[in-house]
């Protein structure tokens, strides 16, 4: 079955730092997608990447995904407070269905 | 559109009785998703279903859980006997047709704001 790894697991930065969340699949995928939760709250949709190679951006967050579509990265320029929260890829295998990895815990502080 | 309207938000109970949660899809979506998120387990698909049908439930714990989806506006997930293990935040998700199949939509999942669930 379709496993999602993210890392990592959690991560604390200043504000006005980068940061890189990554996501790797055991099969490929035919839709990665990537959403973000705030502490108690649903997940929001963020972007989806289907095609090898492909980049979104969004504000200050870009998402890439590999050309063999087994791994993606998203990165996050010049953090701010608000960017706080659990991030989460989600695949898509062509069966209907969303799974999602274990998740990103990101926490800025000032 | 009001989204993904989950009830109740929290609820508290005890061991061994009966949990009744519920999901209110947006209008037009034929995919419903039940999901489940814990501290140790992340987010665990419960099941899934289309156009009202059940289409896979291998996610389903045991026995003592159950979900329905009588019309395409309504759906209910049920735990019963409960059990403290079964405390966890529920979320409900509905979508059009995510992009593996054939379609022009983004895929996206709607989720709801989700239901808390304390078994003591």
């Known amino acids: 079955s379709q496993e999602l790894e993210q890392s990592p697991q959690s991560l604390i930065v200043q504000e006005g730092k980068n940061l890189t969340i990554n996501c790797t699949s055991s099969?490929?995928?035919?839709?990665l997608y990537w959403y973000k939760q705030k502490y108690g709250e649903g997940l929001i949709f963020l972007m989806m990447?289907?095609?090898?190679?492909e980049e979104k951006s969004h504000e200050k967050i870009t998402a890439k995904l590999d050309e063999k579509k087994q791994q993606s990265s998203l990165h996050i320029t010049a953090s701010q407070p608000s960017h706080a929260g659990i991030y989460l890829c989600?695949?898509?295998?062509?069966?209907?269905?969303?799974?999602f990895g274990t998740g990103t815990r990101l926490q800025v502080f000032p | 559109d009001a989204g993904v309207i989950q009830s109740p938000r929290h609820e508290v109970t005890e061991m061994g009785q009966e949990v009744t949660l519920r999901c209110k899809p947006i209008?037009?979506?034929?995919?419903l998703f039940w999901y489940r998120q814990t501290m140790m387990r992340g987010l665990e698909l419960l099941i899934y279903?289309?156009?009202?049908?059940?289409?896979?439930d291998s996610g389903m714990p045991e026995d003592r859980f159950s979900a329905k989806m009588p019309n395409a506006s309504f759906s209910t997930l049920k735990i019963q006997p409960s059990e403290p293990r079964d405390s966890a935040v529920y979320f409900c998700?509905?979508?059009?047709?995510?992009?593996?199949?054939?379609?022009?939509?983004?895929?996206?999942?709607?989720f709801g704001e989700g239901s808390r669930l304390t078994v003591l």
């Open positions: 209008s037009g979506h034929d995919y």
């Open positions: 099969k490929t995928l035919y839709g």
């Open positions: 279903f289309n156009n009202n049908v059940p289409i896979d």
């Open positions: 989600g695949a898509d295998d062509n069966t209907d269905k969303l799974i």
């Open positions: 990447l289907q095609k090898g190679g």
């Open positions: 998700a509905s979508s059009a047709r995510l992009a593996g199949i054939q379609g022009a939509n983004t895929g996206e999942l709607f």
